[in-house]
């Protein structure tokens, strides 16, 4: 029925467009083509240029580490030579870097007398550091804080301000002359006192940045980190890249070949550190994840805020960042980090280098830090200005455009109409008047003769008529050079037409290399034409394919496109989604930071980038669109569908479609109901899967009759299943059916994979005696079948979903964690398993692991009640509070009584 209605509502809206002048007609075109170029060209530029910003501070923050690093070293030398003293030493290094002393701030809890607290503090410090200063205390005016000052009038000098924070009172000291003696006090201290009066004062030493001599704009500064080894870190390993869950199973695998430990050092080392690679891998995550109680001395010598903090347990959304930094020791690392006060976290860059000194009590990781949006802050100012000048730079070309085409071609047309109405009218003695001598010119010059001839006729009945042969040959030869001037304007506009399509021809490219995964194409455009000795098409449908590599997994992306429009509106749209997807893989190639990405996120991520570039559009583009990935070892299929016709699949001779429902508008339709959810699907061996646009379905059965198209949706499917999956037999078929309609295009995806005939058989022979086991309640000899199955098939579904299931009956989470992570490593698809998973990480409290699980759940299939619970749970005790309560509201939308969910809301309302 919607099909039906929309068919109509097209034919109807031809009928519009051909009624509208000539002149409105030119004005949307040359619009519309301009508007796109502009986009297109300031597109590339932006996303160029963009890459180029991020390389650039990646650079910067390395030269500014090693800037900061050859000033350590020079300090530290004079150290060598005696001419300094350690402490010295640091006090120059804190001041250059970090930059002078600005302010402390104390912190104790709310109550009793404000002065005195604080003199009670200051005297811990420097027992005499408040002598001779005539404190007193008060405010500047109603609503501001407290403030403790010396004088009156012009010779008034604020000592502290006071600030109030919940149950606790916050001490800022800004006399500068009293901020150097509590800092001198402070470190005067002995290690034991100090850490006691970190711990109850939460003392914080404040520099003043602006006065560093090494630093990156405002926010990009330079800090030294003592560093700690932990016991698993294997000497001659680098963390991260050593320590996957590929490379531990190796290792132990292997015995520990080519590392340094053998003998007593092997059997301490797997004694304290795990038996084998599962257990060595999870007590390393729980190191890297988890909250350390103690802190591990983690602390920042040198840094602009935190001087003397621990942050060993500092962390951003389940990830503890600092110790991150330290583990790595050497090299670039991205995050995401979200300072108070913000919306919204930022992701920042850092490069790090290790340095060592004897004098100093442990080993120093000097690091710079900057932010990726500061540097693309020019970048974004620079696209909207090229905006604003390309939008002036249109407008001039439009006015002046409208006003050359009314003076040479819409007034002479007008001109040309209103005689061509007066002659159906009688009026023969009608004449045309020339404004130039150009082709319209020529016409209205051959109208006005023709009319003259007509008269004459009128005068000379007797005369044609007793001439007609030689009148009729003269009148063809006029008619004849007619034709042949709107032939030379059409050979103009073919011109254009193949211009378009050379730019659009390269953007559809296939580019796969996989050995399992083949990518086939087959492009068909309505609009037809030949232009010199070339003959080419040109339309709005698109296919791309490229391998690419992610988590240190080989996929393969398609990508088949259908852009609103026919012929050069159609291919603007094409070359927009062509233009952008290629710099979305170009940049997923070439620069690290964007290949650590879930294949879910990088589908979620390469879509909403392309529907804020036709959002820009304000609906004058549009395009249905299907881009997916395929994991080349598994055949497991990611993708999302906006408004595309569904897919079908070929498989054992019957074709069926994998989708029932429109979930997404397509790209250009701004919809604030829809839901992004990633589809997934898991190919077979010898499966294809077709993807193609809405063309392969419009098919006129009787060109005499407009109304006559196909309505039948199943039409296609049987047209797969008599080709056998074959494109070229596919399109000879639709296309003896009747006339073609749209622009045609169709991909074809084919999974091959090796198959061992022998292991296939003796797999099935296991799982019968598991079978026959289970019935006969011999768990031992089940179990005893489903290993041996595992150990000719690691990966295989069904024993792993079994010694799942009975581990987790008995909740021998450590087992379920041993099974699940193998079975969703090679069977992603499982959403039932991915939660389940999800679900015993959250019960080991590896809260981190658990919302990383469940975020794919969640972009999978938004709407999964106990998945939702389990995410706000864990989020709750990660401390990501805001997270946790938009889950929790998700969970209210869907089922308001529901009671996990208010149980939850009970226990995140108690203090923790």
Not at 144 to 173: D, H, M, N
Not at 356 to 371: D, F, R
Not at 490 to 510: C, E, F, H, M, V
């Amino acid at each position: 029925m919607f099909l039906t209605k929309l068919k109509r509502w097209t034919i109807k809206g031809v009928a519009l467009v051909q009624g509208i002048s000539i002149r409105r007609k030119a004005m949307a075109t040359f619009s519309i083509g301009f508007f796109t170029l502009t986009v297109i060209l300031v597109e590339y530029m932006y996303m160029a240029t963009r890459d180029s910003a991020v390389q650039r501070l990646e650079y910067m923050v390395q030269m500014t580490t090693t800037n900061a690093y050859n000033e350590i070293t020079a300090s530290f030398e004079r150290v060598d030579r005696k001419e300094i003293t350690t402490e010295k030493a640091l006090d120059e290094i804190r001041n250059r870097i970090a930059g002078p002393l600005s302010e402390i701030v104390l912190r104790t809890r709310s109550g009793g007398d404000n002065e005195a607290q604080f003199r009670k503090m200051i005297g811990l410090l420097d027992a005499k550091a408040l002598n001779g200063i005539d404190l007193r205390s008060g405010r500047q005016k109603e609503g501001t804080p407290l403030e403790f000052f010396t004088g009156e009038g012009k010779g008034r000098r604020i000592i502290a301000v006071v600030e109030e924070e919940g149950e606790a009172i916050r001490f800022r000291v800004k006399d500068a002359e009293l901020v150097r003696k509590l800092y001198a006090g402070y470190y005067d201290l002995s290690p034991e006192r100090k850490n006691l009066f970190r711990d109850v004062f939460q003392i914080r030493i404040i520099r003043d940045l602006s006065g560093s001599s090494i630093k990156i704009g405002t926010d990009g500064y330079v800090y030294a980190l003592r560093m700690y080894t932990p016991g698993w870190l294997i000497p001659g390993t680098k963390y991260p890249d050593d320590y996957t869950r590929e490379s531990i199973m190796h290792r132990y695998d292997t015995h520990f070949a080519g590392t340094s430990l053998k003998g007593e050092a092997l059997e301490r080392y797997t004694e304290k550190y795990g038996r084998n690679g599962e257990a060595n891998l999870k007590l390393i995550t729980a190191d890297v994840t988890e909250e350390h109680k103690p802190p591990r001395g983690l602390i920042a010598d040198v840094h602009p805020y935190q001087e003397d903090q621990d942050l060993d347990n500092s962390e951003y959304d389940g990830i503890r960042v600092v110790r991150n930094i330290i583990l790595r020791k050497e090299g670039h690392y991205r995050y995401a980090w979200k300072n108070p006060g913000e919306k919204k976290p930022r992701y920042k860059v850092v490069y790090m280098k290790t340095f060592e000194h004897p004098s100093l009590p442990a080993t120093w990781v000097v690091a710079c830090g900057a932010y990726e949006d500061d540097a693309l802050a020019q970048v974004e100012r620079l696209r909207v200005n090229i905006y604003i000048i390309a939008g002036a730079v249109s407008l001039i070309m439009a006015a002046t455009v409208i006003v050359f085409l009314r003076m040479n071609i819409m007034d002479p047309l007008e001109s040309l109409h209103e005689a061509i109405t007066e002659v159906n009218a009688g009026k023969l003695d009608t004449h045309i008047r020339r404004s130039f001598n150009d082709e319209i010119g020529y016409i209205a010059k051959s109208f006005n003769k023709m009319l003259r001839n007509i008269r004459r006729s009128n005068l000379k009945l007797q005369e044609y008529a007793a001439n007609l042969e030689q009148r009729v040959s003269e009148r063809t030869q006029e008619l004849e050079n007619t034709l042949a001037t709107v032939q030379d304007l059409k050979t103009r506009q073919d011109g254009d037409y193949y211009l378009t399509s050379l730019l659009l021809k390269p953007l559809g490219a296939n580019h796969t290399e996989s050995e399992t995964v083949d990518i086939d194409f087959l492009i068909k455009q309505k609009k037809q034409f030949v232009f010199r000795k070339w003959e080419g098409e040109i339309g709005g449908d698109l296919c791309i394919a490229r391998s690419i590599r992610l988590k240190e997994r080989d996929y393969t992306v398609f990508m088949n496109a259908d852009a609103m429009g026919k012929s050069i509106q159609g291919a603007g749209g094409a070359l927009v989604i062509g233009s952008v997807f290629g710099s979305i893989l170009e940049r997923t190639v070439s620069a690290f930071v964007f290949k650590d990405y879930y294949p879910e996120r990088w589908l979620k991520n390469t879509f909403m980038e392309l529907r804020k570039i036709f959002e820009s559009f304000n609906g004058a583009m549009g395009a249905s669109i299907v881009i997916g990935l395929v994991e080349d070892a598994t055949g497991m299929v990611y993708y999302i569908n906006a408004e595309h016709p569904f897919g079908v699949l070929y498989r054992k001779g019957k074709a069926s479609f994998i989708e029932t429902e429109t979930r997404l508008k397509r790209l250009g339709v701004d919809d604030p109901d829809d839901v992004l959810a990633i589809q997934t699907m898991q190919m077979r061996a010898g499966d294809m899967l077709f993807f193609g646009s809405d063309g392969k379905d419009d098919i006129r059965f009787d060109a005499a009759d407009s109304l006559a198209m196909n309505e039948d949706e199943t039409l296609f499917l049987r047209t797969v299943e008599k080709c056998k999956g074959d494109l070229d037999a596919i399109y000879e078929e639709v296309n003896g059916m009747g006339e073609l309609t749209d622009d045609l295009s169709l991909l074809r995806i084919t999974y091959r994979p090796a198959v061992d005939q022998e292991s296939r058989h003796r797999i099935v022979s296991l799982l019968d005696s598991a079978r026959k086991a289970q019935e006969a309640d011999d768990t031992q000899g089940m179990l005893d079948s489903y290993l041996s199955v595992l150990q000719i098939e690691p990966t295989h579904r069904k024993a792993l979903s079994e010694l799942i299931n009975y581990h987790l009956k008995r909740e021998e989470y450590d087992m379920v964690l041993k099974y699940g992570e193998s079975y969703i490593e090679a069977n992603p698809a499982n959403l039932e398993i991915l939660y389940l998973l999800a679900y015993a990480y959250r019960k080991k409290r590896q809260y981190s692991r658990a919302i990383d699980l469940g975020e794919r759940v969640y972009l999978r299939e938004p709407g999964q009640l106990k998945n939702l619970l389990n995410l706000a749970y864990c989020h709750s005790r990660a401390g990501n509070m805001a997270r946790a309560e938009y889950f929790i509201e998700k969970v209210f939308a869907l089922d308001p009584q529901n009671q996990s969910a208010q149980r939850l809301v009970e226990l995140l309302s108690k203090p923790q």
